[in-house]
């Protein structure tokens, strides 16, 4: 059964015969959404509040449906969701249910900007970007938060600024954009965090006094984790003040006397991940524990590896333009060269990333997300150019095309394929919504890719006996809020420093005036790997994503790499030591963050900690009533990480500000021991 366009199956279980004294079921009513606005980017979680809710409640914002995956039923009273994208202004949200609908009209407002990230310290001087849609950002325009002004102002778009947040106490304030000629305010558009924060997590509530407060969350859920077991300075045999267990709401102060800086605190819990976070100076540490999908570790009633509810792409279609003396059809693709014997004209379409860490898709997925167009005009019907039809996450994005010269690789054959484009096309400021169907999307293709980007590589410090023997790198588009168009012919490999060039980018101007280009560089071992892969394997890898480049053709010096931790004692494979003290060496360039997780089979141990460490303990948890110690015999899997990020102070960290969207360098490698 084909379902019609945004409409979701209640399943089998729905269809019950009442029989022709039944009451029909009353309509749901709908009286508030909480908050009532947020980023057209969607994510945001809200709360609906009515009445005869059901598990089966359908929402959708401004008639875009919200993903079945991210609507959670909590009572009749009350669902939560996650919005989804939506251009800036006030939409109605519709709760339907078995054919009634509830309506609040004007419920929900889309901000025509976001600030990200969107919390900071009371201290200000933090960088943030502000990105819009729509917007019309330009020089001398006037940011102010809670009144006063922004510094440091960069505008590098229409819909793209950044610049300092200046100091101001805890909790949320409005954040205005003034242009003259456009107002533009978000009343709890940032927050100033001081405190114990629940949404970030991390450090926070400046230097320490006596007293530490450590609030323990799931990370699935960010629900409080209580009967967590805390402690302090890798003693687990502590009693309190100096160790203790979680409340109800995830909470435990600990006190002991003459508590002084650096602290070390650890938390863990039956069924749950352990995480130190290592060397700190902060009165508030907010640690995330993943919970384990292990049998004896499920929810009562819900079975280990239950499938979850689906999440729906959109769909677009549309065509691609060339320009020509035919009005009314397709013209011949004349801005790429005529092909040779053996190749052809085609064009790839894609959509835009949300970042550059988005791994590529790959067998179905790839067919799904990617269209390919030929230069043949449609037999019946059509428009003014070449028809495509992808699938596309649901959100702000871009979509655009590269057209060029393919050689034509008959069936079986091992040949590889090679594309080389000429030209491109975007056509901006899409939203997609779960299920919809965006249709008539023109991609006009009249931007060459006639500009190259010179690379300066620098070597990486220092005589590791194992260091990277090959530089790979590759260029992006950044677009701001609709995310990144990555280049897969922009891209560069060597075996050495020196200098490369990155060759057939587009010029930023027309509807790419506001773009920046984005070159994420890497020194590996062997085989090219990014910053997911160090878990997965021993090479040893740096890399630096430069970023803010406002034109294709400035020089760009790839240096500064990070110099690559590595496990000194023990030694890869033997024994971890007595101590139970991990202890590592970083020949050249230091990083700000040091990211060491531990894993074996079922469950995992993360350490947070500064640059400067150089050591890490794995106290004995084995005398902890329902916590599990490192197993004895089994190889222990350790991933070693190090991170370089902007402004960054390693006691006001927080979970969303060490995210892979704020790093600037990484370097790490996979190892193991055994215990």
């Known amino acids: 059964m084909t379902l019609p366009p945004e409409r979701v199956d209640a399943g089998a279980d729905a269809r019950v015969d009442a029989g022709p004294d039944a009451r ?98 009371t201290t200000g001087g933090a960088r943030v970007s502000v990105h819009g849609l729509g917007t019309h950002f330009r020089d001398g325009m006037r940011v102010t938060f809670d009144g006063a002004p922004c510094t440091g102002l960069m505008v590098t778009g229409p819909e793209l600024l950044s610049c300092l947040t200046p100091a101001h106490p805890d909790g949320r304030v409005e954040v205005a954009l003034d242009n003259q000629d456009e107002q533009l305010s978000i009343t709890d558009g940032y927050t100033y965090a001081d405190s114990a924060d629940s949404v970030g997590g991390g450090l926070s509530g400046g230097t320490l006094a006596g007293s530490i407060t450590v609030t323990v969350l799931d990370a699935m859920s960010g629900d409080p984790v209580p009967s967590a077991f805390v402690f302090l300075n890798n003693e687990p045999g502590a009693v309190p003040p ?20 650096p602290v070390t605190v650890t938390a863990s819990e039956r069924c749950h991940t352990t995480t130190t976070i290592q060397s700190f100076d902060a009165r508030n540490a907010t640690i995330y524990l993943q919970p384990l999908m292990i049998p004896g570790c499920g929810s009562p009633g819900m079975p280990m590896g239950m499938p979850q509810r689906p999440v729906y792409p959109a769909t677009i279609s549309g065509e691609l333009v060339w320009t020509g003396s035919n009005e009314f059809g397709p013209n011949p693709w004349s801005n790429i060269p005529e ?17 550059i860490f988005t791994a590529d898709p790959t067998g179905a997925a790839l067919a799904q997300q990617r269209d390919q167009v030929l230069e043949i005009v449609p037999a019946t019907g059509g428009g003014r150019g070449y028809p495509f039809q992808l699938q596309a996450r649901p959100a702000a994005v871009a979509v655009y095309a590269l057209a060029g010269l393919e050689n034509v690789v008959p069936a079986g054959s091992m040949t590889p394929v ?58 992006f588009i950044d677009l701001g809020g609709e995310g990144v168009m990555p280049m897969p012919h922009a891209t560069v490999t060597g075996l050495d420093s020196g200098a490369y060039r990155l060759s057939g980018l587009p010029a930023f101007n027309r509807n790419l005036a506001d773009a920046r280009l984005t070159i994420h560089a890497r020194l590996a071992s062997g085989a090219v790997t990014g910053p997911t892969a160090f878990q997965d394997t021993p090479a040893p890898c740096t890399g630096l994503v430069l970023s803010g480049i406002t034109s294709p053709d400035e020089t760009v010096r790839v240096r500064g790499w990070l110099g690559i931790p590595r496990m000194t004692a023990p030694t890869a494979g033997a024994r971890l030591p007595t101590d139970r003290t991990v202890r590592v060496a970083i020949e050249g360039s230091s990083p700000d963050l040091l990211l060491f997780t531990m894993q074996w089979a079922g469950s995992s141990w993360q350490h947070i900690a500064p640059g400067a460490e150089r050591t890490f303990q794995y106290p004995d948890l084995s005398s902890l009533m329902g916590l599990s110690d490192l197993p004895s015999g089994s190889p222990l899997n350790l991933s070693l990480v190090g991170l370089r990020l902007n402004g960054f102070d390693f006691n006001r960290f927080t979970y969303t500000t060490i995210g892979q969207q704020y790093w600037s360098a990484y370097a790490g490698r996979g190892t193991y021991l055994t215990r």
């Open 242 to 261: 100096s160790a203790g267990q979680t409340s109800a709401r995830g909470q435990v102060t600990l006190s002991p006397p003459m508590l002084r800086p």
């Open 339 to 355: 092909p040779r014997e053996g190749f052809r004209r085609v064009a790839y379409v894609w959509v835009s990333r949300p970042d």
């Open 418 to 475: 090679r594309f080389t484009p000429w030209v491109m096309g975007v056509a901006r400021s899409v939203l997609g919504a779960p299920r919809a169907t965006i249709e008539n999307v023109v991609i006009d293709m009249n931007i060459p890719l006639d500009h190259e980007t010179p690379l300066e590589v620098a070597p990486l410090e220092g005589t590791d006996v194992d260091a990277p023997d090959q530089f790979h790198a590759s260029a």
């Open 24 to 121: 029909p079921m009353p309509a749901p009513t709908l009286v508030g959404v909480q908050p009532g606005h947020g980023s057209f980017l969607g994510g945001t979680e809200v709360t609906l509040r009515g009445s005869n809710f059901t598990e089966d409640a359908v929402v959708r914002f401004g008639g875009n449906l919200v993903q079945p995956r991210y609507t959670t039923f909590v009572d009749r009273n009350r669902i939560t969701v996650r919005t989804p994208a939506g251009r800036a202004g006030e939409v109605d949200v519709e709760v339907e249910i078995a054919g009634r609908t509830g309506t609040l009209p004007r419920g929900y407002r889309y901000d025509s900007f976001y600030v990200d990230p969107p919390l900071g310290p």
